[in-house]
């Protein structure tokens, strides 16, 4: 019997596929943060890096990817820009659920306290007024106020017949919010879904389910003639933040008013 002096091989035919090939990958990263000094997870954050890199005072992140956020950023050098990173400005959006009732509620107000704060320094600072969150959405399973944007009520009587006032595509209303002090208040929603019973969802959730815009096929300012005040046994309050990148704004509280439905 012949001896092989060299083992058999087989050849195989391999297709390189890039990971940027969006018939076979799609783009679903996210950044979690967590802080060892309150030891639990402190929320989401907008930016996907490549790498991290850790110095005593700050911490760099890089990406490798061609856009124009290619490059390496670095975090908290200063406390007089939030939200940007790589160049770009993002939201600061807070979510709340309020505590569930065993029976249906009527949903009356909205109330935050917070600072915003405009720093100087490393250590000066100054209260900024007039400059809120400057977006709201309230829902609820069967209810939704849609995206509201909100206008500092000054005390002017000028601005009760301006507001509210709705984009011309029904898509958004200016509502105005009200401010006392370190608190403020959001008192005119409605449930704009057209129809409860139309089988369509009113949100459309990115592939991880962070992120959700509304669905304004459905959740419109236009359309019914008989205003229907939010009504749930729980509500999430979102609150957002995307005018402005020089302040520093902290949220001590979300209360939610309401009347028991009678």
């Known amino acids: ?6 083992p058999p091989t087989k050849t195989y035919n391999y297709d390189i596929i890039d990971l940027t090939d969006s018939a076979f990958f799609s783009e679903c990263s996210w950044t979690i943060a967590y ?5 639990r997870f402190v929320g989401w954050y907008s930016y996907t890096p490549n790498y991290y890199i ?6 760099q992140t890089g990406k490798n990817t061609d856009d124009d956020t290619f490059g390496l950023w670095s975090h908290l050098l200063t406390n007089r820009s939030y939200q940007v990173f790589y160049g770009q400005k993002y939201p600061f959006v807070v979510e709340f659920v ?7 509620t009527l949903l009356t107000s909205v109330d935050w306290l917070g600072d915003i704060r405009r720093y100087h320094n490393e250590f000066d600072w100054s ?24 206008i500092p009520n000054t005390g002017q009587l000028s601005l009760l017949s301006k507001y509210p006032k709705t ?7 200016q509502v105005l919010v009200s401010r006392n002090e370190d608190r403020y208040s959001v008192n005119y929603f409605y449930n704009r879904i057209l129809k409860s019973n139309s089988n369509n969802p009113h949100f459309n959730w990115d592939r991880n389910q962070i992120l959700k815009e509304v669905n304004t096929d459905i959740v419109k300012f ?9 009504k749930s046994n729980l509500f999430h309050v979102k609150l957002q933040q995307d005018a402005d990148s ?10 939610t008013n309401k009347n028991a439905n009678n």
């Open 1 to 6: 019997m012949p001896i092989l002096s060299t």
């Open 35 to 39: 802080s060892p000094i309150e030891q």
């Open 54 to 59: 850790a110095h005593n005072n700050y911490f």
């Open 98 to 104: 309020n505590k569930k009732e065993y029976g249906n």
């Open 127 to 150: 209260e900024i007024e007039g400059k809120p969150f400057n977006k709201l959405n309230i829902w609820s399973k069967f209810t939704n106020s849609g995206d509201l944007e909100l």
């Open 167 to 173: 984009a011309p595509d029904g898509a958004t209303q």
């Open 222 to 230: 236009t359309g019914k003639s008989v205003l229907e005040v939010l």
């Open 246 to 255: 020089r302040l520093r704004y902290s949220l001590d509280i979300i209360a």
